[in-house]
Every structure is written in structure tokens, then in C-alpha cells.
């Protein structure tokens, strides 16, 4: 089964920035609506950017002006490029795509594993 591994969490201070990445395990047929939501502790998973079906981007309120969702298309890979990190940015981010592994599969929504972010002095 194919898998989203994400990468480039860790601890960073108030004010810093991090770039998470997240691409398929492996070889795929196609790959839509990538995007990356966040589990703080105590709350519900929460959308913080991703691309819709259009190819357009949707932000979280919280996150517009600092978070930047890239992708590039050939490596099949999207990233979150986070700037002005505050503390309350701190969670787990999660990667998230729908897959199509083969011609041959139906399409199906496909969770990375987490990457924690922590933002503490």
C-alpha cells in the first residue's frame, strides 16, 4: 500500500521558520488535492493548506500571510513552507493526497504518518 512520507519537522523558535515535504512512498498512477492539515494537543485535526481540484490554494485563516503550499508536479511532491512560526502553530502536521496507484485502482484518500512541529523558546 502506498504511503505519504512527510519530513522537516522540529523544534524552532517564535519568529522562525521550517519547510515540511511530503511525496509518495512510491510509484503512482496520479495524485490530487494534496495538502497538510494539523493536530494540536487536545484539539481536532484542522485543514491548514492544500490545493484544490481546481489547482487553486485554500488557506487556513490562522496560517494566510505566513504558510506557502508549493508542489512540484514530476516528483509528485507538495511542501509547506511556514514563516513567522508562533507558538500556537505546534502540532503534529499531517500530509494528505487522494491516489490513484494504477490505472487499474480507484482513486482513495491516503494519510502520512505526522511530522511534529514545535515552536518554543
Known amino acids: 500500500q502506498v504511503q505519504l512520507v512527510e519530513s522537516g519537522g522540529g523544534l524552532v523558535q517564535p519568529g522562525g521558520s521550517l519547510r515540511l515535504s511530503c511525496a509518495p512512498s512510491r510509484s503512482i498512477f496520479s495524485i490530487s488535492a494534496m495538502g497538510w492539515y494539523r493536530q494540536a494537543p487536545g484539539k481536532e485535526r484542522e485543514l491548514v493548506a492544500t490545493?484544490?481540484?481546481?489547482?487553486?490554494?485554500n488557506y487556513a485563516d490562522s496560517v494566510k500571510g505566513r504558510f506557502t503550499i508549493s508542489r512540484d508536479g514530476a516528483k509528485r511532491t507538495v511542501y509547506l513552507q511556514m514563516n513567522s512560526l508562533k507558538p500556537e502553530d505546534t502540532a503534529v502536521y499531517y500530509c494528505?493526497?487522494?491516489?490513484?496507484?494504477?490505472?487499474?485502482?480507484?482513486?482513495?484518500?491516503?494519510w502520512g504518518q505526522g511530522t511534529l512541529v514545535t515552536v518554543s523558546s
Open positions: 494528505h493526497a487522494e491516489i490513484r496507484q494504477t490505472p487499474f485502482h480507484r482513486s482513495s484518500e491516503v
Open positions: 490545493f484544490t481540484s481546481g489547482g487553486t490554494t
